[in-house]
């Protein structure tokens, strides 16, 4: 694992803490509470905001103030989707960046169709499963309804072939976690498997990486750095957890106390 880039991880940290950024989102029912608290947690500002008469005046915000959009398709039906689709359409004109999270992808035609309409804007970051992001790439990937039935090193080939075919990137979430452009791709370990049993946990982390890509120059890097805080954060809090409930409680609360020196001496990134 390389030091240069757990301390890369540590001086995101205190960037996102020091600037508090906004964060805008299209964040599912079921993730709204936990995505939000784990974004005040960390240090930057949620905005669960859905309607698209908002989307211009939101990008504008979030262009003055260098903020970021996070859209994630979970509990979507038409009406959202128009509106997410006016959410992105605005934040490339303003040239906010955006994470895509393709919830359930593979699961439904709705959800393809509403996957293939987003991605055609150009998300910064698009982020999912193993299976999600086999589905996207338009492979089989055996998705359980919108749980993972494949791996991240499953995806792993996918996910380089959509960040060099659409020139973005990629996250692919899983045991061992990869952050490519096509080109260059992190590898980050940590977290921890209960996580895997506290709904929306994959949800809050699409919205941290909002944060993340909001104050970080190289949008890879912080992508892998975010990543690798919150399993860091997660395995801190399955320590002292008996269980999911109380993990979810520990997750938020290592999420705002956690230190840059406990990022630079245990977050595990590395180049692939």
Known sequence: MSKELSKNASDLL??????????????????????????????????????????????????AISGALTINIGTFDPYWQECALEAVKNANENNVPWVLDPVGAGASGFRNKN????????????????????????????????DSTSTSNDALDAAISIAKKNKMIVAVTGAIDYVTDGNITYAIEGGHEMM??????GCALTCLIGAAIAVGENKALSTASIIGIYGL????????????????????DNLYSISTDEIIS???????
């Open 14 to 63: 205190t960037k996102i803490r020091d600037k508090g950024p906004l964060v805008w989102n299209f964040s599912n029912f079921v993730s709204m509470d936990i995505a939000a608290n784990a974004l005040l947690s960390i240090g930057a500002s949620p905005a669960m905001a859905h309607a698209k008469e908002e989307a211009k005046d939101f990008s504008q915000i979030c262009k």
């Open 115 to 146: 996957v293939e309409q987003l991605i055609k804007f150009k998300p910064t970051i698009l982020r999912g499963n193993g299976s999600e992001i086999l589905a996207v790439a338009g492979l089989s990937g055996g998705g359980k309804g919108v």
């Open 196 to 201: 895997t049993k506290v709904t929306a946990t």
């Open 233 to 252: 954060a997660g395995e801190m809090a399955s320590k002292v957890s008996s269980g999911p409930g109380s993990l979810r409680m520990n997750l938020l």
């Open 266 to 272: 245990n977050v595990k990134i590395r180049n692939v």
